[in-house]
């Protein structure tokens, strides 16, 4: 390819409303340009990226039995209605209206009609497993999109969806999955990690997240350095300590604290470590009569240690609050405590409610509380002498660097990541919305059992550059970059020599199967350089007269620091020996 066919549109400044690196710099590099809040044009330099991305995927998948189709985007409701994510989902789902007034979606995913094809085509056992996969676009409404490609609202994500006849096929269609994943993620040579994830509402513990390690990453990876261990937050488990709760040696007593709401505040007052200190998280589950009318709501009370935070997920997982809760209103809160948030604790209390403490807490001695008296807490609280042990005690807290891993094999730590692929055992939850089954060896039939599996092939690159770049632009792993070889000449329409050697190399490169770009617009050496180190090709090649006189070439790696000197005759081998296989 030669740049003067080609559209190079790069840019001096990004726009203001870019925060972050990967969205900086695409705009910049000419990658995307703006249509829309969260809607881009893939630029021709942009395109080539992910194109190559989804090459990549596309052999993978294909070489781990995956059978590639393509879905439409606009999807009848009626499918939706079957298994009630038309009604449940929220604005995120783009609904739609054809001319004859029928509803339809814009797809955010496909498990619906990739559900409808399997309950049509696989009747028999003998057709099953099955895998089936597409690269299409999606769409998802976010409220507030932004980081360029990483929170779009249109999108293409490769979507997989794998069919079986038992729990114990699909697993292995899982794990099959799970490896094509790391193959994949090994291959566009980026550090990431494959984290256990939450299952959510499904249950069990068979899905993972993959994410690109990046100090701008959205989600904190939790691991152990000593062992394979890696969930994502919401999944890592918090140990109880194995200590045993030590006995009380103080009073309680009411103290006063004025002004001072937040256990940061309390703990600095009083001199003490923000560790002795138990915040109150109220929350509340919606009750109904028989009837289905709204009967009020249970209040519950969580405790965690003052330097703690809360996980909505493990907190979705106690008894009683499984099927859904949501934080307590403040008359909801004045009403049964008879004090404003800031000041609230676990004794004194007229009206029931539902204690839960987290492991921690269950264990702690002498702590510090409200004392649901405004200006007012309690020290010196403990277990049993001044309170009833809690209804519950749970893991319904955030890990902390420095905590043990739950595998025993050491301390965890945390890291930032952007997750760009997830593995999914679906189970039957959509089979049996749909009723797509098969028949058995019997003749009856029995509901499939599915798994499904993602990849954000456009927020990928946006997560390479969040993890490759530096203060001159983008450095592209090999595998993934617009081109791998951009070759300079310097003086090109100055110099017959310059001009005959560089297209001479261009076209031998090209021959031999690599991506390579020949900048033959005439530029100054500067703005040149400039470009292409802001696009982050890896390889670069300088084709000078005082170089040709002096038998030699310049190459440089877009991370060295320098050029390397190689004779003109060994540069093809002396590049193939540089590039990635």
């Excluded at 997830?422 to 599915?450: I, W």
Aim: proline fraction near 6%; charged fraction near 30%; glycine fraction near 8%.
């Amino acid at each position: 390819m030669k740049a003067s066919q080609f559209l190079i549109s790069t840019l001096k400044e990004a726009p203001a409303d870019a925060e972050v690196a990967s969205h900086r710099l695409m705009m910049r590099a000419g990658m995307i340009k703006k249509l829309g809040a969260g809607i881009y044009t893939y630029m021709p330099m942009g395109l080539r990226v992910i194109r190559k991305v989804e090459a990549i995927v596309r052999e993978e998948m294909d070489r781990a039995g995956a059978v590639e189709c393509t879905m439409p985007v606009i999807q009848p409701a009626e499918l939706w209605q079957e298994t009630g994510r038309f009604d449940k989902m929220g604005p995120e789902l783009l609904r739609i209206k054809d001319r004859h007034d029928r509803d339809f979606v814009v797809q955010p995913t496909s498990e619906e009609v990739v559900t409808d094809i399997a309950r049509q085509e696989l009747r028999s056992y003998k057709q099953l497993p099955k895998n089936l996969y597409q690269i299409q676009t999606k769409f998802r409404d976010e409220r507030r999109p932004r980081f360029g490609l990483m929170r779009g609202r249109e999108f293409i994500m490769k979507d997989a969806y794998s069919f079986d006849r038992d729990v114990a096929a699909a697993k292995k269609s899982y794990e099959a999955m799970a490896q094509a994943y790391r193959r994949i993620f090994d291959r566009f040579g980026l550090r990431y990690r494959a984290v256990a994830a939450d299952s959510g509402a499904i249950g069990g513990d068979l899905s993972e997240e993959f994410q690109v390690i990046a100090a701008t990453g959205e989600d904190a990876i939790v691991y152990c350095p000593d062992s394979d261990y890696a969930a994502n937050m919401e999944k890592a488990e918090a140990l109880a300590p194995s200590h045993a709760r030590p006995a009380a040696a103080r009073p309680l007593q009411r103290v006063p604290t004025p002004g001072k709401s937040t256990c940061a505040d309390v703990a600095q007052l009083l001199g003490v470590p923000l560790q002795s200190t138990v915040k109150s998280l109220v929350l509340a589950t919606d009750r109904a009569n028989e009837a289905g009318e709204a009967a009020g709501a249970q209040l519950w009370l969580l405790l965690l240690r003052g330097d703690h935070d809360m996980n909505e997920v493990k907190v979705g997982k106690v008894p009683g609050l499984d099927a859904g809760f949501r934080f307590a209103t403040v008359p909801e809160i004045v009403a049964h405590f008879g004090s404003k948030p800031g000041y609230l604790g676990p004794i004194g209390l007229e009206q029931p409610l539902k204690v839960v403490a987290d492991r921690e807490v269950a264990l702690m001695a002498d702590w510090i509380c409200g004392a649901n008296e405004e200006d007012f807490h309690l020290t010196g609280v403990n277990w049993g002498r001044d309170l009833p042990e809690p209804d519950a005690v749970a893991d319904i807290r955030n890990v902390v660097e420095g905590d043990p891993s739950p595998d025993g094999r050491g301390r965890l730590a945390i890291e930032r990541g952007i997750e760009v692929g997830h593995v999914f055992y679906l189970g039957t939850k959509y089979s049996r919305a749909m009723n797509a089954t098969f028949l058995d060896e019997s003749g009856k039939p029995q509901l499939m059992e599915m798994g499904c599996y993602g990849i954000g092939i456009t927020r990928l690159p946006a997560a390479a550059i969040e993890q490759n770049h530096d203060e001159r632009g983008i450095v592209w792993p090999d595998a993934i970059a617009p081109f791998t070889i951009v070759v300079c000449p310097i003086g090109m329409d100055r110099s017959s020599e310059v001009r005959a050697a560089a297209e001479k190399l261009h076209e031998e490169l090209a021959a031999l199967g690599v991506d390579v770009m020949l900048d033959d617009r005439g530029e100054r050496p500067g703005a040149m350089f400039a470009d292409w180190e802001l696009v982050g090709v890896p390889h670069r090649i300088v084709v000078s007269d005082r170089g040709l006189k002096e038998g030699h070439l310049e190459y440089q790696h877009r991370r060295d620091s320098a050029a390397t000197k190689v004779p003109v005759a060994g540069v093809v081998d002396f590049l193939r020996s540089r590039l990635k296989p």
